[in-house]
């Protein structure tokens, strides 16, 4: 019988580390247990939550589908939910446009190109009645991205529910009220940042007394990551933002353990697969610590860190852009893998247009496949113990707890956003990475590699605005000033700028009473504006 | 043919917050030796031709993501002959539709950047423009 031997191990000469993920932490090789430093196996729902909020995780109940969607009138958006609520979404999440997020009325010279644009109209009462006809609000949970106008836009909301008959108790939803991150990557901001900040108190005191299961706010590090920024910076940047808010509500007297349960947060999911995995769970981590260190909070619910997601923004390409569809798909499976409480897949042709019925539909197939074919679903956290996943976990913790620290050292959040300073970071970001994908760097197929000749750069059915979008839109202003009460109108903004005045009295009621009155949402920003005033943009480059 | 010394303004007309293109371009131009002033957010029309001719510029760039870009670079380039500016070049850049292009330049617009260009390229372009 010949000997057999087995072979001497191959020599690992290579080096432990090579490459790095794109927040700059170094990628083992093979990841080894030794390198999960801290990881200890907690389970999901057990403080800090590395592993999961909820210890069932999906099982109970999958994430909300909840696909951006809205533009041109009431009645149009009004259709598009219809339809996708038909095709199986869960959650609607409307999109306005510009002049409703500036607070501007469409008559305004600077609203008029943009009425119905990016989103819908809703500039009174009237027309959110209209975007909500035959959805019943007591079932339907709706997500709000509004932020200088998120007081309004809420008081619209209460409003029509009032007059639905449907209790207050009952709604559900989020309105993104998150104006920190609108000074640094969104823009639509209105009012300086101590009013801004104020209101956002408002609503958020008045949301838990009277709409205890509605989320009055998500703070976002999508739109800073979308800009620009590391994976790493979006969780520093917007828990710090976070820690911000808190401050804000104890100073108004607020209880953290009362006001914590309904904060919630929303981010995108870019391409790096396992640093979007990590990302969440770090996050989750993060916040716990810091609620409990900081503040106290030791009851659970209050530590739970709730977040909704977005797939796709900018590292979807117009060019073969029904690439994005796998994009979106890698990056949705991330987002649940990581434990997303919602989830909003692009269509692929985001990058271009507003979604057409046909691509809004795969984008929606995307998140239905993950979760009914897929399987990922069925346990919680299954990625938990992956050498890589608690190392990288470990790691993304420490970078985003150092972006927080040097915001603090900073002089805090609120200087470095009127200083310019954390516009010039993103700014700085912004233009690193346009670099690396200009020289190759960093591989965007269809973009930098695998480019054909003739190669679709927008493609497939184009989806056509209404042009007699902003005539509607105007005439149904005109119709409505000429049917509501003006005086009522004249007296509910007289006590709205009464009440602006003491800066301990909660605007909410007076903002509804507006609301109720139709009074439209240029009259209630241009009655706060002669309040506070506008920010003064801090442009530096 | 070089930028350096040219004056160009960067703006943003009408609501639309996007930043990062304009910043991006605003910040490469400087580093090209060029004379940048940016607006920031929020602009109309008739502010941006009247910072254009105050400050004397060689061209404007107007940065569009907000889908008013028919409305609002045609809007701009009239403000500017409005203040006998014509002889200004106008640039434009964001999120616009090829199908759209053509009415641009029609309107005036010298250039039409869009997200997925090189910065080598617009710079190039620019720089032909002016020169």
């Known amino acids: 019988m010949s000997e057999q031997r087995t072979t001497a191990a191959p020599q690992h000469d290579a080096p432990a580390y090579a490459g790095e993920t794109p927040s700059g932490i170094p990628i083992p090789v093979t990841a080894t247990p030794d390198m999960a430093g801290s990881y200890q196996p907690v389970l999901p729902g057990e403080y800090p939550y590395t592993r999961g909020i909820f210890p069932n995780g999906y099982l109970g109940r999958l994430w909300t589908f909840r696909q951006y969607s809205g533009f041109g009138t009431a009645e149009e958006s009004n259709q598009r939910y ?41 500039f009174s009462l009237a027309e959110m009645e209209t975007l909500f006809q035959d959805i019943d609000l007591s079932r339907i949970s709706t997500s709000f991205t509004i932020n200088g106008t998120a007081a309004i836009i809420y008081g619209m909301y209460l409003a029509a529910a009032d007059k ?46 009277q709409t205890p299961r509605f989320n009055p706010i998500s703070i976002a590090g999508a739109h800073v990551r979308d800009a620009g920024s590391t994976a790493v910076e979006e969780i520093g940047y917007t828990l710090a933002n976070g820690l911000a808010y808190v401050d804000e509500l104890v100073r108004r007297g607020g209880d953290v353990t009362k006001f914590a349960k309904r904060l919630s947060f929303f981010f995108y999911v870019h391409m790096d697969f396992f640093e979007e995995v990590c990302k969440f769970r770090s996050a989750r981590r993060l916040w716990a610590r810091l609620l409990k260190e900081r503040y106290g909070v030791e009851d659970r619910n209050a530590q739970l860190f709730r977040f909704g ?85 470990d790691q993304m913790e420490a970078e985003e707890m150092k972006i927080i620290q040097e915001l603090e050292d900073y002089g805090g959040v609120e200087k470095a956003i009127e200083d310019g300073y954390v516009q010039m970071r993103i700014a700085e970001r912004a233009r690193q990475r346009k670099e690396r994908i200009d020289s190759g760097e960093q591989v965007v197929v269809g973009v930098n590699a695998f480019r054909r000749e003739n190669q679709s750069e927008g493609v497939g059915e184009v989806f056509r ?15 409505l000033l000429e049917t509501r009460d003006d005086t009522a109108v004249a007296d509910s903004l007289a006590k709205l700028e ?32 002669r309040q506070w005033g506008e920010f003064q943009e801090p442009v530096r480059l | 043919m070089s930028l350096q010394g040219k004056r160009i303004l960067i703006a943003k007309p009408g609501l639309d917050g996007h930043d990062v293109g304009a910043k991006i371009i605003a910040l490469a131009l400087r580093d090209a030796g060029a004379d940048v002033i940016y607006t920031g957010l929020r602009k109309s029309p008739e502010y941006i031709a009247r910072v254009a001719v105050d400050e004397d510029v060689d061209a404007v760039g107007l940065s569009l993501l907000s889908g008013a870009h028919n409305e609002l670079v045609p809007e701009t380039i009239a403000a500017l002959q409005a203040q006998d500016a014509a002889d200004i070049k106008v640039f434009v850049g964001g999120t616009i539709p090829t199908e759209d292009q053509q009415s641009l330049r029609d309107a005036g617009a010298v250039g039409i950047f869009t997200s997925e260009m090189k910065l080598e390229d617009v710079l190039a372009q620019i720089e032909q423009a002016l020169g």
Not at chain 1, 170 to 177: A, D, R, V, Y
């Open chain 1, 82 to 122: 219809k339809f996708l609520l038909e095709q199986g979404q869960t959650g609607l999440s409307v999109a306005l446009d510009l002049p409703t997020q500036c607070g501007y009325d469409p008559t305004d010279p600077m609203a008029r190109s943009e009425v119905g644009k990016v989103g819908v109209n809703l």
């Open chain 1, 164 to 209: 639905a008959g449907v209790p207050r108790e009952k709604l559900t939803g989020t309105i993104q009220n998150d104006i920190l991150k609108e000074y640094v990557a969104r823009g639509t901001w209105i009012f300086p940042v101590r009013p801004s900040m104020r209101l956002i108190a408002d609503t958020i005191l008045y949301s838990n007394e």
């Open chain 1, 309 to 393: 997601v977005v797939c796709g923004g900018s590292s979807l390409t117009a060019a073969q852009p029904y690439n994005n569809i796998v994009r979106v798909g890698l990056e949705a499976t991330a987002a649940v893998l990581g434990g997303a409480q919602s989830i909003f897949t692009c269509a692929f042709d985001e990058a271009f247009q507003i979604p057409t019925e046909q691509s809004a539909e795969i984008a929606l197939r995307t998140q239905q496949i993950i979760a009914h074919e897929s399987g990922i679903a069925k346990t919680v956290d299954p990625l938990g113990g992956s050498h890589y996943v608690e190392y990288l976990t």
């Open chain 1, 465 to 479: 605005m209404d042009p007699k979008v902003r005539d509607n839109v105007m005439e149904k202003h005109r119709r």
């Open chain 1, 498 to 529: 009464a009440a602006a005045q003491d800066d301990g009295t909660n605007l909410m009621p007076y903002i509804i009473d507006c609301c109720h009155a139709y009074a439209t949402i240029g009259e209630m920003v241009t009655t706060l504006k």
